[in-house]
């Protein structure tokens, strides 16, 4: 295919590529200008004005990947996110709370006695 999507996918798969490529430079790069020995306690002993670094900060620098979260990930959803209700009650209680939890017996009996059924329900009324 020579089409117009083709070559959009195509410039778009290789500049996809191309930044992949530059942010990995950009890592080996800032991983050489760290040094090799990081048993001594400073990185640099003549340092400009704010640019000195304490060792223990660069051990494993770009070694692992960040699993930092975006800003507004962390603002929607905070540091531990729960989805649903809490409910204190147990499952069983939960059950016996759902609207079609009257109909349990009938419901059952009509399931051993045939082989298709459709149930309709709203939603969270306890069809499952």
């Keep these: ?3 117009s999507m083709q070559r959009a996918a195509m410039t778009a798969s ?3 590529k191309e930044r992949r490529e530059l942010q990995q430079q950009q890592q080996r790069t800032l991983l050489e200008a760290i040094p090799k020995d990081l048993s001594r306690p400073w990185e640099d002993p003549m340092p400009e004005e704010g640019e000195r670094h304490l060792a223990a900060e660069l051990r494993g620098l770009g070694m692992t990947a ?3 979260e975006p800003e507004w990930k962390v603002a929607a959803l905070g540091k531990a996110p729960t989805f649903g209700m809490k409910d204190s009650r147990s499952i069983l209680e939960q ?6 939890y009257a109909l349990k017996d009938p419901l059952v009996q ?5 082989q298709v059924l459709v ?3 709203e939603t969270g009324s306890g069809k499952t």
């Design 1 to 3: 295919p020579e089409g």
């Design 14 to 16: 290789a500049l996809a």
């Design 66 to 68: 960040t699993n930092e």
């Design 95 to 100: 059950r016996q709370s759902l609207p079609i």
């Design 110 to 114: 009509a399931v051993k006695e045939n």
């Design 119 to 121: 149930v309709i329900g």
